[in-house]
């Protein structure tokens, strides 16, 4: 159905993000794209892409193509890999540099650009959309640079890094990886933490909520009407083995309304689950 919408919307470019992996995913059905793109890899969906990050690896290596162009940030873990695969099947391969992120964007090959998405880890993201408007430029695209400079200034992303009033922030990031660079993105925020959390139980939950508790002054433990997630005391329970101050709160709406009473003016950030995201967005919403 989204194929044949994208027919129908006769799209110059459709920006196909892969649901699970890369090798067996439905995306794969198309050709050789303009560009196959590697952003950050990590464990994750581990039980249909393999336990080693080298293994979900070659499986996201699936998107290359014979004689295509591939742009991937520095996956140094699994560098090799992607090299490899690149080799294999005859395409141009281009590794992003470093790029630093600034207060208002980021720095990247010596220019400077404003960036709309909070987060720390977005100026690698970023470093990667510039060198897919260069790929893309390279085979008749007509995309300039003020294009991109906008597109990064008044970028939004709901749920990832997105903070819906000046002191709550909701970040959907469910895996080690996403946690971890959630963590490094409140550290920079140099305010008092109070968090709000639940995930899924097929998820490294307890590996996940012991890493980013370490920076919260207080966590209230939520929990959603769904089979697959932890319940409140669960999640609670983390907590109290780390020594964390935390409250149980099962439902979302009463667990933000705890979060704002004993916040003292510190950040709220609700995370560790898209659905979690949805949900306090409704909440925080009246919807």
Known sequence: VAMKYFADCDCDIVVLETGMGGRLDATNIIPTPECAVL????????QYLGETIDEIAKEKCGIIKQGGSVVTVPNILVQDIIKATAETEDANLIICDKATKTDSGFIYKDKEYELGLGGVYQAENASAVTEIVGVLNQKGYEISNDAMRDGFKYAQWQARYEFVTPDIV????????GIRVL???LKAEKRPIT???TMMKDKDY??????????AENVIATELDMPRALKADEVKKICDDEG???????????????????SDNSLICICGSLYLAGEAKRVLENK
């Open 39 to 46: 952003t950050s890899i990590s464990l994750d969906h581990t």
């Open 170 to 177: 909701i970040d959907g990031g469910h895996n080690k990886d």
């Open 183 to 185: 963590k490094e993105s």
């Open 195 to 197: 968090l709000v959390i």
């Open 206 to 215: 307890a590996e996940c909520i012991s890493d980013i508790i370490s920076v």
């Open 244 to 262: 964390v101050r935390c409250i149980a709160v099962s439902d979302v709406k009463n667990a933000i309304s705890k979060a704002k009473e004993i």
